[in-house]
């Protein structure tokens, strides 16, 4: 079975992304380790941003931050999920639980390996409690946007459409990311560890998601 070179090309943007988003995770994690330039540079960057908060942009960034709550993504991912199996889409199915659930469990597996505490600013608008890097909300929403995002491009046929759906779920879970840091629940270095572990987690679950409908699609042209 010949491949497309379209999805060639993607598979090789994939693998890119895996690679460099591990790499950028453990130079973040051997920075942490070692309390070098950039996580010691985390408290003063904070405390600059919060200086520059207000109160109606407190607000704002409140609502944003929400979209990136377990809740919200548990709710979306249940209706989504309800949706494809009354569908009988499977493959959607195993790739939403796959992306979110493992996301999910590898933000907590890295949260206990690492052990960073919580950052502390006084001005700042929220309290967030448990371990701090990588930032929860800013991986498992871009994961989660991700996938909506990569499994609604295959109901779209306008290319400026897509465009769009590509671009609402990135800057989606840009702002989500941003807000951990205008809101003072998390550390530079935690928002930028939450898009590397979240960009690799999504990466391979699509990797996977194209390896099982190559395989699929082997059997059915052996029959």
């Known amino acids: 079975m010949k491949i497309k070179k379209s999805t060639l090309l993607r598979i090789g943007l994939l693998v890119i992304t895996i690679l460099i988003s591990g790499m950028v995770f453990a130079s973040l994690a051997e920075d942490l380790i070692n309390r070098e330039t950039l996580s010691t540079l985390d408290p003063l960057f904070g405390s600059w941003l919060i200086s520059q908060t207000s109160l109606s942009g407190d607000h704002v960034f409140s609502i944003i931050t929400f979209l990136g709550n377990a809740l919200i993504i548990s709710i979306g991912t249940g209706l989504l999920g309800f949706w494809f199996a009354k569908q009988k889409n499977w493959n959607n199915l195993f790739l939403l639980f796959s992306v979110v659930g493992g996301s999910a469990m ?16 006084p001005q700042a608008f929220l309290v967030d409690t448990g371990y701090s890097f990588p930032s929860g909300h800013t991986m498992i929403s871009l994961a989660f946007y991700g996938a909506v995002a990569y499994i609604a491009l295959t109901y779209i046929k306008s290319r400026n459409w897509k465009a769009f759906t590509v671009t609402a779920a990135v800057v989606i879970s840009v702002l989500i990311g941003f807000s951990r840091l205008y809101l003072g629940v998390h550390y ?36």
């Open 188 to 223: 530079l270095t935690d928002v930028l560890a939450g898009w590397a572990a979240g960009g690799l987690w999504l990466a391979v679950c699509i990797l996977g998601d194209y390896w099982l409908q190559y395989s699929k699609l082997r059997k059915v042209e052996s029959r």
């Open 106 to 121: 590898l933000n907590l597996l890295l949260k206990n390996i690492f052990h960073r505490s919580r950052p502390v600013f």
